[in-house]
Every structure is written in C-alpha cells, then in structure tokens.
C-alpha cells in the first residue's frame, strides 16, 4: 500500500472509531498531505493538463517508508526555515503526524511511530483575551424588546451556554434538548473526541430556553426532545459562523471592543471561575480539557493580573 492508502484509512478512523468532527479530520488531513507533498517534493499548485495530472499523480506516489524520522525532520526544519511558519503552526502539522504515527503502531503496520521523538517548538507564552466580570454583569445588557426576533433571543441562550456552563460553540451547535436535565441543572455535553462530560447550568439559562422553545414553535421548528436546540428554519442545525457572528453582535452591542468570540465567553467563563476561588481541577473538568496543562493558563493570567496591580499600587515595586 502506498501512504496515501494508509492515510485514507487513518482519517475513516478517526471519523468512525475516534468520533473526531469533520473540522478536525480535515485539519489533519491538510496536515498529512502537506507532509506527504513536502517529502515528495511536490508543489501545491493544481495541475491545468492530463498530462500534468498524470505527472503529478506519479511524482506525489510515496511508499509507508517514507514516513520516517528523518523525513519527520526535515519537514519539520523546512516548515520553520524556509515558510518560516509560527511554532503553533509547527505544532498542529507535527501533531497530526504524531497521531498519525500512533495510528500505525496500534494496527501493527510500524513497530516504531516515526514522529514520536520528534520535539514540538516552544510555543511562546501568550495570555488569553478575556472579558471582565463587570463587563459581563446582567445589567450590562439592554432589555430585549417585547416582541424579540429569534436571533436576540438565539444570541442570550448561547451566553448562558457558554459564559454560563463554559460549552465550546460546536458543542452548542450539536447540543439536543434531551441532552439538557433542567429538573437537576445539569447539561449533558459531548465534547472533543466524543468525550461526554457533565457541567452545571445557571437559572438565567433555563428562563432563556423556555423564552427560546416557544419562539421555536412559534417559528414553525416544532422541536422534538432528540433534536437540535439551534434548530435553523429549515430544519437543519444551525452552522457554526451563523452561532459565531450571534455572539460577536451580541458582544459589540454591549460596548466589548476586543476580540468578541465565543471562545472569548469561554476564556471568560474559566477566569472568573478560578478568580472567585473554584479549584483548578473542577475547572478542568468543567472545561473538558484532558490536560491540566491547558486550563493552568488561566493561572497564569490571574497571577500576570496580580503583578500587573502590584507594580501600580505598592509604593516599592
């Protein structure tokens, strides 16, 4: 079998047995075709005749030894040096041929997975863009008129998701309404690599459901208990730019002039958390992380905030 054949069947792996979402299938497929042009010394661009796509289709063929060590090196010397590509960059190619490596030790094609040695760069530390809790208070937000559109109504429910219960947007995207035990306030959350995880929810939440619901039905989605909560007019879910662009109006409309995305909400959600005492681990769970490593940013952020308000008020610093 020639790489590409045992690359096919590493991504129907990871979307039959690990679950992975189509986004992240597809990044690591770039990934490892980025890898496998690199090694084959193909360019990107699209052949224009039959006979250049025959040379290309010959000159891109490249054997499972090709995937070695070696190889893993230098793709990954010729990403930094000559695309001079930002170490997160580096680290999410070099991550899905990582996967990828252990994909075939597991099925016993390799003995060694070739990219395992291979160091990731140091990423530079970077603290997360985040919102204050006075710029998130109830009293910052306009009353919504007294016959509200389904979209400002759509924009206060996926708040509460987020800020609220701290759901990344494509776990909002696919969340249904059994998924939702309102009775013990709890949601039911299937996150990255169709992990589940249970996360608490707030009052305010359950008042914007029962709002949102009735807007539904009074829309014509007539919602059942196994379908999406952000059901779209023609009964499919909403997409993830349509969720995305509720929340950066929604953010701009109460005067929030840096970066206003879900994943800021997010960002949000865990400092305060961590500000007003909750314990790390609970976080993290909370969040859906698998490392502890990533939710400890936000440690980080409350200490650079600490030595931020030591420098301008202690009389020696």
Avoid at 45 to 64: D, F, G, M, V, W
Avoid at 263 to 278: I, K, P, Q
Avoid at 290 to 309: C, D, G, M, P
Wanted: glycine share 4%.
């Amino acid at each position: 079998m020639l790489l590409d054949e045992y690359i096919q069947n590493f991504l129907i792996y990871l979307q039959t047995q690990r679950r992975y979402s189509e986004r992240t299938i597809d990044t690591y497929r770039k990934s490892l075709e980025k890898y496998r042009s690199n090694i084959t010394g193909n360019g990107t661009r699209s052949p224009n005749t039959p006979q250049e796509t025959a040379a290309k289709t010959t000159s891109c063929t490249a054997a499972l030894e090709d995937f070695s060590e070696m190889n893993v090196k230098k793709f990954v010397w010729d990403l930094k040096i000559k695309q001079k590509l930002a170490p997160a960059s580096i680290c999410e190619h070099l991550a899905a041929l990582k996967s990828f490596g252990k994909y075939l030790v597991r099925s016993k094609i390799l003995q060694k997975n070739p990219a395992e040695t291979v160091p990731m760069p140091k990423r530079p530390k970077r603290l997360v863009s985040f919102l204050g809790q006075k710029d998130l208070a109830e009293e910052k937000f306009p009353e919504l008129p007294e016959n509200p559109t389904l979209k400002q109504i759509r924009a206060r429910l996926l708040l509460e998701l987020i800020y609220g219960s701290g759901l990344r947007i494509s776990e909002c995207q696919s969340l249904s309404w059994n998924q939702l035990q309102i009775k013990e306030r709890l949601v039911r959350v299937i996150g990255k690599g169709n992990k589940e995880r249970i996360v608490p929810i707030t009052d305010t939440l359950i008042s914007w459901l029962e709002q949102f619901r009735a807007a539904e039905i009074e829309a014509g989605h007539a919602p059942s208990i196994t379908s999406p909560v952000f059901l779209s007019e023609d009964g499919k879910p909403y997409d993830v730019r349509t969720l995305r662009s509720d929340i950066h109006d929604l953010l701009r409309e109460i005067g929030w002039e840096g970066k206003a995305s879900p994943h800021v909400l997010r960002h949000s959600f865990a400092t305060h958390l961590l500000e007003n005492g909750a314990a790390i681990m609970s976080v993290k769970e909370m969040l859906g992380h698998s490392n502890i490593s990533t939710t400890q940013i936000y440690t980080h952020v409350n200490a650079e905030r600490l030595r931020e308000a030591f420098k301008k008020t202690h009389p020696r610093a």
